[in-house]
């Protein structure tokens, strides 16, 4: 980690403040959440599903950890209702691996497919506000997406490929937003689109309280209860669906992968690959001497995919190689310069946190 975070603190050992509240998450990740506890966590799913046709949701993306999360629901006797979301990004081989891995478990799969040219142009808007966080669209839908059909389903659980307890470095302040914001979503398409959203599922601080709370629908990292490897789980789906390995992070989406690889370094001076290999180094899945050496090459693993990427993305955005450059030099623009209900979950999460300090 390095200065590009301008939310960086070192202390008197030379440890940053990224590190130092990682450690304390993850040792109380694996205090409260150890694997001994796993058993009784399955067993307390089944009970509430068992008289549904699910007993969990499952969103997966053809990445590694969502795929290696659904085979160990499945492993462990859950029944689960497979979600994806089809932004229009997908990879062939991230098809291929969810097809692969679905026909191994033999499981039904619900695919929300995007309106492309709406949320094209949501894209096209976001580009035009130069605010950091592009995924925001993306990632804000895919959640929208598993808590409304939890919701219709009646399931109370909803299974994600992540884990706080060995990737869960929290995200420099300025490297992305704020998760829950449609309005800021909705904000900036209705400032530079030319027309207002209607298709996209979006979710917001309200929404979220109105399924968390009210439905009672938890969002669960669920590789928290695993000594997860992410090089292991890789070698293990290989093995078990003919699961295609990624050369880079990420690589299940086309855009995903550029605006990592490239958006973000060149216009925004973010290398996201420091938090990803910190995490590695910190849990000892990786040395540090290792991890200083990827960090110096270039995130692309060759020039030709890069150019594969930029191509392919400039014909499916409709930008000129010019309009995408004039891009590229512009000054980033805070996501706080359009309306946003980020206060307002502050807000809440402070109350909240006070309530729930009172009644322990």
Request: with cysteine; hydrophobic share 35%; proline share 2%.
């Amino acid at each position: 980690m390095d200065t590009s975070a301008i939310d960086i603190v070192f202390d008197n050992r030379g440890y940053c403040n990224f590190c130092s509240d990682f450690l304390k998450v993850s040792n109380l990740i694996k205090a409260n959440n150890t694997f001994k506890n796993l058993d009784k966590f399955i067993n307390k799913v089944k009970n509430q599903g068992k008289n549904l046709e699910y007993d969990c949701v499952v969103g997966i993306s053809g990445g590694v950890d969502s795929s290696w999360a659904l085979k160990k629901t499945v492993e462990y006797g859950l029944r689960p209702l497979v979600v994806h979301f089809d932004n229009g990004w997908n990879t062939n081989m991230s098809q291929e691996n969810i097809y692969k891995l679905l026909k191994k478990l033999k499981l039904n799969l619900i695919t929300y497919v995007v309106d492309w040219m709406e949320y094209k142009e949501i894209m096209q808007s976001f580009f035009k506000s130069n605010v950091v966080d592009i995924e925001l669209i993306y990632d804000n839908a895919l959640m929208k997406i598993n808590y409304s059909i939890a919701k219709k389903f009646n399931v109370k659980y909803i299974f994600a490929g992540t884990n706080r307890a060995t990737e869960g470095m929290r995200m420099p302040k300025n490297w992305n937003w704020f998760k829950y914001d449609k309005k800021n979503i909705h904000s900036i398409q209705k400032k530079f689109g030319n027309k207002p959203i209607k298709s996209l599922p979006t979710i917001g601080t309200l929404d979220f309280i109105y399924y968390s709370k009210i439905h009672n629908i938890k969002w669960i990292n669920f590789l928290d209860y695993f000594d997860y490897n992410k090089s292991l789980a890789m070698d293990e789906l290989c093995s078990f669906s003919d699961f295609t390995k990624y050369k880079i992070k990420h690589s299940e989406s086309i855009f995903t992968r550029f605006y990592q690889c490239h958006i973000l370094p060149k216009k925004f001076k973010i290398d996201k690959r420091r938090i990803h290999l910190s995490n590695l180094v910190i849990t000892n899945q990786m040395s540090r001497d290792k991890a200083l050496e990827v960090i110096k090459t270039d995130p692309y693993s060759s020039f030709n995919d890069y150019l594969q990427d930029k191509k392919f993305f400039l014909k499916k955005m409709d930008f000129s190689e010019e309009y995408f450059n004039r891009y590229l030099s512009e000054n980033p623009i805070s996501h706080q310069e359009y309306h946003t209900e980020k206060i307002i979950w502050e807000k809440l999460e402070i109350v909240y946190k006070k309530i729930f300090k009172k009644i322990l």
